[in-house]
């Protein structure tokens, strides 16, 4: 069978090309038929005679040294025993009729005249004889020379060339042919059962697999479940997991899988399953040893030194080689798809409980990021691909995971979660502790866990510690090898090694390897990283069995009670039970100020630690507790709220483990960078067609090579050289340097990703969307005055406090959050401002266990908190209840956003002109709140301690407004300036009012001076539209947009502004999509009102979200580029996280990501341009004539210039400014396939002009190469003529100048001549082919064999040779050399080349040329990007 298959694939050895349409040599420039031109340099065969004496003279042997004696070989040995007599061609002497002696080689070459391929040996013969004087000078080829031919019955003088013995022949009976007969049939059965085998074992597998979902399976602590307020609280809502139905006969395809869930499959070994899978190992090493076997033989470094010692001769091996490569091909990729199941193959798959391995299967979705940008080609393609892709499951990721066991319990870890077998469910489960939903159940908890509790619970979520394996760099280079592009490239080498290209793949491999070093390397040092910020442990106290024991934070479960110190960090997602804590959050949300941390209330209040009303008693795994109740500041009692009983043995500062491992914030964070999502954007859309483009655009080379070269086994190598060469292995790559370049450019400027993929979305953000507060504006508020109201009048603005009433004193002092460490204030920026400016201090003494803080006045006045609700953004607001220690009174202040307690408040309370003077000091910037206040008298504290928030709440009186000023950043105008210039839309979306954010909006910049601005609010369930101005009423808000609309100007004249709850209404209304891109304003908006916000923003155009990390942590996840305005490297909270808080951050990060972009189709289109003039200019040019590059050619631009000029162009400067456009995205789009193919047309008119002027001399045409004495085969000897040598020096010129074209800037980088290694490795290399293709014949031109030749040659041509040292030409010319005018011709026509090939980009793709096409072709069919007001 193999026979038959190999001849299939070759036919024939030897191969003879020639020119498809004109037959070399034919004729000359005037149309003359060519005359036989003569050629020199041939050497003469041995002349065998009966006696020395006959030999010419010429080759008369030498007088032989003092003991030695002359040998039948014709040279002077000590002894001739063991010499080999050539004229014997390795027979027996007595074989022949007479003795026959050698006489000596003949060291000059000799001349042919009038040379004719088709008779060369036997003009060689007469040439030989002519020059020895065997034949007289005047007789003529064909006449009798008095020498015979080699026979073994001749008796005359003879020519010694031994006659061609039979080429041995591949018979394939072989017994290395049987054996591998017998490997592959033995190994098909083998297969084939093991498939029964495993078939009929696994009959009744699809009733055993089982979905599991991902989310946790919540567990109510027993402790809480018998509280009976917590079943009235809680339980009722419903429960908290999702029942996950088990897969049945009709679903078994994991494609099919609900969405958040995962498919399980058992597996157990089998020991014929594991001699298979071993046995498949093995058979894969043997594929790749069989192909080095077969390139060793071709070599001789097999059998006995000889080339094709194994495989009998080239035909045979060619053929037997080209067989082994497809099916070694075949099974590697099989291998690589399906890497990840091979191993449960070969085991046999059975019920959950008895499996030795879980396979685990999920999809895996790809979040497709685009702009409107796929174009009809694409949607094709990306359709036919995700048609691909669900039919043979390529979206399910399977990973198996081994079962472990902790007595009875069975458990496997996935992706750092552990999943415990429920016998009752029948499969695996995540499993979470609900400890309680409200304050008052969770305190309930202050005990602990005993020991039992706790083992039990750590066998279900797993120990509080994540594990992340990093690979040695062993291991983690051959994960790195084992891909698909390794595999490409594999392969082609293995091409390259068995054609005698050992040289330029030995330099290919060593490139490969380096670059599979650099990639292991820094991907490890990633991963430790990683580790170190995944793998944290420490000692901590934990009460267990009412005692407090020292445990590792590894130990840790839900339910367990820990004691708080100074300086620890948190190892847990947990709640305060008692005392206080100052945390440093920065690590996770980016906060740059200390958090002030609270105990639960003994109160039946809702806990949600996702919620912003609980995140004041919440902390965190890995943050930091600067200071905390009994390191700081002495003992004291715990808070009344806890209702805890003291010890005064008992740690002051506790927190109640809720959440460990992945469960955590930090451990979520840890999952997204280990499993990141993946993402879709343009390019990788695009890259599937442009990759099936460059697939047949390589098949239609390879097609034309076989025509060209043969149509043989040898023209099958030279065929998938061209698809090497039109299908690059570094593209892929391509298109992510300019985004790791760009990632590092970033890390300089303290910026920084955790996900590489987005760095090309901010090259092609439109919109960017703000918080203010300590976004736009400095973080702190700046005190300003406080506006008494009484008898429903505002008085006077008042800046000094002691000036205003003791109950406003009061109230300023005590209704706040800010708390005094080590004397230094923490808390919410506007409550420190605030208590700072009433001069009054806290006590760190309180007098009184019933209250919370003591405050003293200046004139030592003393008030004591009783108790206080937190600032909650659902409600807006915040209150205290105080004592007056001189009245006794009990005194309830409520502060908040004005709109909030004007609605809370008595309406008798209120001004008539409240709406108007709260809007006058928003107009001018400042950040206005209100202050309410009701006197409860004198009352037992432990009643006001105890009294709900609402109650204690109502029937308070407006008394004043409180007034703050929140100043800009300094670069903030600039910054919104560049956006506005670099044509990106700035938008606010901030929790203050309205009226204040105008007012920023105005003073940075993104609301011009001459614009109105419009407020949409809700008056009577409807939104009313009135300019902020003069507060009239807006009729018909759509005619001012259409106003807008028709404008000319960019800038519009009327700007929108919507509070949150006009925001709602409009989308309930269905008109927020028509009006959202004329909303400058969105405020009082919540949380969720940003993550809504910046959802609606991206379904329009791709949108960058900047915070400062505090309430818009969902908004920056949500958004195609989120910006941290953060400390932290690895930020939670989004992508990106600058530790500059300047908004210039977001300026340069789009900058970069413009700069990223560009450079990424810049390093795509060099790569498409050197697939183009490889594969069509160069290869399918040379195969045209049956000629091959010399092969230093090959090593110089293989080797060196494509990897240096593709690393070069990557070095290109970022521009200072944005630009008013942005770059391409789009791979296939007009703007990139008008620069690569208008750049190929200029190429190719060069070349075949340069071609075209080459065959106007007269001293080329007839002496053009002539192929047809040559066996195409031996590539490495078809360069020595003038069309490789011109094609050579034209494609060098195009390979280099390729780099410099797609240097060009534009907008996005900065000049050409500032990317300094481009314009030295530019010129350096422009520089050596200009001295290869000018110069005279000299050593280094000679290694580029270009314009140089034989050394005898090159000195009749009145060249100096005396430092040439090569081998001998292969052309009857001798030499290559062209003349000084033509190459000072050539030379010319390549500078042009390169000044019309950057003309072109310059001028043409990027310049005037190119913007009047774009805007015609606008002007015609339209644009069809989303257009906008910036």
């Not at 793998?535 to 004691?563: F, H, K, M, S, Y």
């Not at 300086?567 to 206080?580: H, K």
């Not at 004592?883 to 009174?889: K, V």
């Not at 007012?999 to 419009?1014: F, K, L, N, Q």
């Amino acid at each position: 069978m193999l026979r038959y298959l190999v001849l299939v694939t070759g036919l024939a050895s030897v191969a003879y090309g020639f020119p498809a349409f004109n037959t070399p040599n034919s004729v000359d420039v005037e149309g003359n038929t060519c005359p036989v031109m003569d050629r020199s340099g041939l050497m003469c065969p041995v002349l065998c005679v009966r006696d020395f004496s006959s030999c010419p003279d010429l080759i008369q042997p030498s007088e032989c040294p003092a003991g030695e004696q002359l040998c039948d070989d014709g040279a002077c040995y000590d002894n001739c025993d063991d010499v080999e007599n050539p004229c014997l061609c390795g027979m027996p002497a007595s074989d022949f009729d007479a003795t026959y002696k050698a006489c000596p080689l003949y060291s000059t070459s000799v001349t042919v005249k009038q040379y004719d391929p088709s008779t060369k040996q036997e003009q060689i013969e007469f040439a030989c004889a002519q020059t020895w004087g065997l034949v007289s000078n005047n007789a003529t080829f064909g006449s009798d020379t008095s020498v015979a031919l080699w026979a073994t019955n001749e008796t005359r003088t003879m020519w010694g060339e031994c006659p061609v013995a039979d080429e041995p022949q591949l018979s394939f009976t072989e017994t290395f042919c049987l054996a591998f007969y017998s490997i592959i049939g033995a190994e098909v059965l083998l297969y084939l059962l093991w498939h029964v085998y495993k078939s009929i074992r696994e009959r009744h597998a699809a009733q055993m697999r089982r979905i599991c979902s991902q989310l946790p399976k919540t567990q109510v602590s027993p402790s809480v479940a018998n509280n009976k307020q917590y079943e009235k609280d809680v339980v009722q809502s419903g429960p908290s997991s999702i029942d996950i139905p088990m897969i049945g006969e009709g679903a078994l395809s994991a494609s099919q899988l609900p969405a958040g869930s995962m498919l399980l499959r058992g597996y157990k070994n089998d020991i014929s399953g594991i001699f298979m899978y071993y046995l498949t190992l093995l058979s894969t090493a043997a594929w790749i040893g069989l192909l080095m076997i077969i390139v060793l033989d071709y070599y001789g470094k097999v059998k006995g030194g000889v080339a094709y010692g194994l495989l009998a001769n080239s035909n045979d091996s060619m053929s037997v080689f080209i067989f082994v490569w497809h099916l070694a091909a075949i099974w590697l990729i099989a291998m690589l798809a399906c890497k990840r199941r091979l191993r449960n193959y070969f085991r046999i798959e059975c019920s959950l409980p008895q499996a030795r391995v879980v396979q685990v299967e999920e999809r895996q979705e790809e979040v497709i990021m685009t702009e409107g940008s796929q174009n009809r080609l694409t949607q094709l393609v990306t359709k036919a691909y995700n048609a691909v892709v669900l039919k043979f499951g390529l979206n399910i990721v399977a990973e198996s995971c081994a079962t472990q066991h902790i007595g009875a319990n069975q458990f496997i870890e996935y992706r750092c979660t552990r999943y415990v077998f429920i016998e009752k469910a029948g499969s695996f489960e995540c499993h979470a502790f609900v400890l309680g939903e409200t304050h008052r159940a969770l305190l309930d908890c202050h005990g602990g866990l005993t020991s039992a509790e706790a083992e039990a619970r750590l066998t279900r979520v797993g120990e509080n510690f994540i594990r992340v394996y990093v690979p040695s760099f062993p291991v983690g280079l051959l994960q790195e090898l084992f891909s698909y592009t390794y595999l490409y490239q594999m392969m082609c080498l293995f091409v390259w090694f068995y054609f005698n290209y050992f040289k330029l793949a030995l330099v290919q491999l060593c490139v490969i390897l380096i670059s599979a070093f650099i990639k292991v390397f820094i991907r490890l040092r990633s991963e430790r990283r990683v580790k170190m910020l995944a793998e944290r442990r420490n000692q901590c106290r934990v009460r267990r069995n009412g005692v407090w024991v020292d445990l590792d934070t590894a130990d840790l479960v839900p339910g367990d009670v820990v004691a708080v110190e100074a300086n620890m960090e948190v190892m847990c997602d947990g709640c305060i039970l008692r005392g206080e804590a100052v945390v440093d959050e920065s690590s996770l949300t980016g906060e740059a100020m200390p958090v002030r941390k609270l105990p639960l209330k003994n109160e039946a209040i809702a806990y949600d630690p996702q919620n912003s009303a609980s995140k004041a008693y919440s902390v965190y795994a890995g943050t930091r507790v600067l200071q905390c109740t009994g390191s700081s500041y002495g003992s004291a009692p715990t808070s009344l709220d806890t209702m805890v009983p003291v010890d005064s043995a008992e740690p002051q500062t506790q927190i109640l483990v809720l959440r460990t491992r992945t469960a955590t914030d930090k451990g979520k964070l840890i999952q997204r960078i280990l499993f990141p999502i993946q993402y879709s954007f343009v390019l990788d859309e695009q890259l599937r067609v442009s990759i099936l483009a460059l697939l047949a655009y390589g098949g239609v080379s390879f097609g034309l090579s076989i025509w060209l070269m043969g149509h043989d086994a040898t023209s099958w190598f030279y065929g998938l050289f061209v698809i090497s060469q039109a299908l690059p292995p570094l593209l892929p790559a391509a298109l992510v340097i300019g985004q790791s370049v760009a990632a590092d450019r970033l890390r300089r400027q303290q910026i920084f990703c955790i996900d590489l993929p987005r760095i090309n979305l901010c090259g092609k953000v439109r919109l960017m969307l703000f918080d203010k507060t300590g976004t736009l504006t400095h973080s702190g508020m700046q005190f300003y005055s406080v506006q008494e109201i009484a008898d429903t009048t505002f008085g006077n603005a008042e800046q000094n406090i002691e000036k205003l009433s003791d109950q406003i004193q009061i109230g300023l002092a005590s209704c706040h959050a800010a708390t005094e460490i080590d004397q230094q204030l923490i808390g919410n920026p506007v409550d420190v401002e605030q208590f700072q400016a009433t001069g009054w201090r806290i006590e760190n003494s309180r007098e009184d266990a019933h209250s919370l803080d003591t405050l003293v006045a200046p004139d030592h006045r003393t008030v004591h908190v009783v108790k206080r609700f937190e600032f909650e953004h659902a409600r807006q607001s915040m209150s205290v209840a105080v004592q007056d220690a001189a009245t006794g009174h009990v005194h309830v202040f409520v502060k908040g956003s004005f709109e909030r307690i004007k609605k809370m408040a008595r309406v008798d309370s209120v001004p008539a002109d409240y709406d108007a003077v709260t809007a006058a000091w928003a107009k001018q910037g400042c950040y206005v709140l209100a202050l309410a206040h009701r006197d409860l008298g004198e009352m037992d504290l432990g009643s006001v301690s105890r009294m709900p928030r609402a109650q204690l709440e109502s029937g308070c009186s407006l008394v004043s407004l409180l007034l703050f000023r929140n100043t800009l950043k300094e670069d903030t105008p600039q910054a919104i300036a560049e956006l506005r210039g670099g044509d990106t839309r700035s938008v606010m979306v901030t929790g203050d009012t309205a009226l204040t954010a105008a007012y920023i909006a105005r003073e940075c910049g993104m609301v011009d001076t001459a614009s109105r601005v419009v407020l949409g609010t809700i008056e009577d369930d409807a939104v009313v539209w009135r300019d902020t101005a003069t507060d009239a009423i807006v009729d018909d808000i759509n005619a001012e947009i259409r106003a807008v609309s028709a404008q000319g100007s960019q800038v519009p004249l009327v700007e929108l502004a919507v509070t949150e709850a006009a925001f709602d209404w409009l989308i309930k209304s269905g008109q927020i999509r028509h009006l959202l891109l004329h909303i400058r304003i969105f405020a009082r908006m919540t949380p969720q009102g940003k993550i809504t916000c910046v959802n609606l923003h991206m379904e329009r155009a791709v949108t960058a979200m900047c915070g400062d990390g505090g309430n818009d942590t969902g908004a920056l996840r949500a958004a195609h580029v989120g910006i941290a305005l953060s400390e932290a490297e690895a930020s939670i909270v989004s992508p990106f996280s600058s530790a500059n808080p300047s908004v210039m951050s977001c300026v340069t990060l789009l900058r970069e990501g413009r700069a990223g972009l560009a450079t990424t189709l810049a390093a795509y289109k060099f790569l498409v341009n050197y697939a183009v003039v490889m594969a069509l200019l160069l290869e399918i040019t040379q195969f045209y004539f049956s000629v091959i590059v010399p092969e230093a050619v090959w090593i110089m631009v293989d080797g060196f210039t494509t990897s240096i000029m593709l690393l070069s162009i990557t070095q290109a400067r970022t521009a200072k400014k944005l630009a008013p456009s942005r770059p391409t995205g789009q791979l296939i789009g007009a703007h990139t396939l008008a620069s690569i193919w208008g750049q190929a047309a200029i190429n190719i008119a060069f070349l075949y002009g340069s071609i075209g002027l080459l065959f106007a001399q007269s001293w080329f045409r007839c002496n053009e190469f002539d192929s047809s004495d040559i066996d195409t085969s031996l590539w490495w000897l078809l360069g020595d003529n003038y069309e490789a040598e011109v094609i050579s020096i034209v494609c060098l010129f195009q390979f280099i100048n390729a780099a410099g074209v797609y240097n060009f800037g534009y907008r996005y980088r900065r000049a050409w001549a500032t990317n300094y290694l481009l314009v030295l490795m530019y010129s350096a290399f422009l520089a050596v082919v200009s001295a290869i293709a000018l110069a005279d014949p000299n050593r280094f031109g000679c290694v580029f064999r270009i314009n140089c030749g034989n050394t005898q040659t090159v000195r009749d041509l009145g060249y100096s040779a005396s430092t040439v040292h090569i081998s001998e030409y292969n052309n009857p010319l001798g030499h290559n050399v062209m003349p000084r005018h033509f190459r000072w011709t050539l030379w010319a026509m390549c500078v042009v080349n390169i000044v019309v090939c950057l003309a072109y980009e310059k001028l043409v793709v990027l310049g005037p040329v190119g913007r009047r096409v774009k805007a015609w072709w606008v002007a015609k069919h339209g644009d069809s990007k989303i257009q906008f007001k910036l």
